[in-house]
């Protein structure tokens, strides 16, 4: 398997800054890894240090992209010959909300969606909720105002701020029920041909039945 990192802009040699770390010890372990533009791949451009062999599988660990983009870089791995572990079916499988919740629906916080220039206040209300957790089909909002809305009447301040940040709404807009959440109790789990694996090696059966 070879791991495809995206560059440091500044040092092409050296993963971007957040991967540099886990690039390393990939490398350390005997990993074959490959380093790319990432910045370049909007441009319609696929520049590599270190080829993709014949029919090698390929992991792509670096920033999000949209759906298209993703679907450009598997072109691009496969034009090598290379063969992408996650498919472009896959990641908008599990990366646009919609497409998950539905089988997930009674492991997380209830949702709803609607399209990007739905006349939200209105939507939002008829829900009678006390306040919403805002966010489109991917991320949810960093900028000072949060991604929490007490009230419908703050959810396009929201969505400017998450437009202004992000460039977009990807998607749609998915408006999640706000929940009591113990502080510090995030876990995260990466699956792989249908086996859960975590840093402890611990898997709740919460883990395996989703």
């Not at 909300?97 to 629906?105: G, S």
């Not at 301040?157 to 998607?171: P, S």
Request: hydrophobic share 40%.
């Amino acid at each position: 398997m070879r791991i495809l990192y995206p560059h440091n802009p500044l040092t092409p040699n050296q993963a971007d800054e957040p991967y540099q770390t886990e690039y390393e010890a990939a490398l350390a372990s005997g990993l074959a890894c490959s380093l790319f533009d990432f910045d370049a791949l909007a441009l319609g451009e696929f520049l590599i240090r270190d080829a993709i062999a014949p029919k090698e599988p390929v992991l792509y660990r670096g920033w999000m992209l949209s759906p298209s983009r993703y679907q450009s870089l598997v072109h691009f791995i496969e034009q090598q010959g290379g063969v992408p572990i996650t498919s472009a079916a896959d990641y908008l499988r599990c990366h646009h909300l919609p497409n998950w919740y539905k089988d997930c629906r009674e492991f997380t916080a209830e949702t709803h969606f609607f399209a990007a220039d739905t006349n939200i206040v209105p939507a939002a209300t008829a829900l009678g909720w006390p306040n919403y957790f805002v966010k489109d089909y991917v991320k949810s909002n960093t900028g000072n105002e949060g991604s929490i809305a007490q009230t419908a009447a703050e959810i396009p301040e929201i969505l400017e701020q998450l437009t202004l940040y992000r460039g977009e709404i990807e998607g749609g807009i998915a408006l999640r029920k706000v929940e009591d959440y113990q502080p510090e109790t995030e876990i995260r789990y990466f699956v792989a041909n249908g086996t859960a694996h975590s840093l402890t090696g611990n898997i709740p059966d919460l883990i395996k039945a989703i």
